[in-house]
């Protein structure tokens, strides 16, 4: 459940335990209202935990290595030349050829 339908559940329980003056026979709803509202308001609690346990940082446990960053591909362009771009290697002629 997200908080917006704990929220719901609260209201619907207060609507349930203050507002509706009903007599149902098998159903106490002003007792209905009120586990609703306990109901919402410790889904609310425990959703709020698990956000919170989620989103703590753990420590790294002993790596050997640090990871290397991926460094993205060149970009060529048609309008570049073969040396405006990272790829370049210098080509070594043979000598005695011009």
């Known amino acids: 459940m997200h908080l917006t339908n704990h929220s719901f559940l ?5 609507v349930l335990a203050f507002a509706v003056h009903v007599d149902v026979a098998a159903i ?12 919402a308001v410790l889904a609310t609690v425990l959703e709020v935990a698990a956000r919170r346990t989620r989103t703590r ?6 790596l050997a290595q640090p990871v290397p960053a991926r460094v993205p591909p060149a970009r060529v362009t048609p309008s ?10 210098a080509v070594q002629r043979p000598v005695g050829e011009s």
């Open 10 to 14: 609260f209201t619907v329980g207060a």
């Open 28 to 39: 106490d709803l002003t007792a209905v209202g009120w586990v609703f509202m306990v109901v």
């Open 57 to 62: 940082a753990v420590p790294s446990q002993g």
């Open 80 to 89: 570049m030349a073969p040396w405006e771009t990272r790829e370049f290697r």
